[in-house]
Nanobody
Framework: QVQLVESGGGLVQAGGSLRLSCAAS????????MGWYRQAPGKQREMVAV???????NYLDSVKGRFTIERDIAKNTVYLQMNNLKPGDTAVYYC?????????WGQGTQVTVSS
């Protein structure tokens, strides 16, 4: 069983920064991809950023140039550095992990950006 635990959310003013962290524990050795999704009230969950074990990244168009995803494979941890945050980034952010056997989700962390 794999557990994903997020931290780092909070309230920030527009233009500010936050750094999210997600640590994977349990049988996390076979997780190939890790990343972040978000869900705002009344909207569908959307992919924000994903990173594969080889380092390939993929970003939501609206966060390119502002968000950076990084992964420490040795620590089974993924980070999301969010700069120049906008009110439209307000959402619950979920950590995501994918392995050939299954995919996994964290409990979510709230990010609120005030204008």
């Amino acid at each position: 069983q794999v557990q994903l635990v997020e931290s780092g959310g909070g309230l920030v003013q527009a233009g500010g920064s936050l750094r999210l962290s997600c640590a994977a524990s349990g049988n996390a050795f076979n997780i190939n991809r890790m990343g972040w999704y978000r869900q705002a009230p009344g909207k569908q969950r959307e992919m924000v950023a994903v990173i594969a074990s080889g380092g390939t990244t993929n970003y939501l168009d609206s966060v390119k140039g502002r968000f950076t995803i990084e992964r420490d494979i040795a620590k089974n941890t993924v980070y999301l550095q969010m700069n120049n945050l906008k009110p439209g980034d307000t959402a619950v952010y979920y950590c995501y992990g994918w392995s050939p056997a299954s995919d996994y989700w964290g409990q979510g962390t709230q990010v609120t950006v005030s204008s």
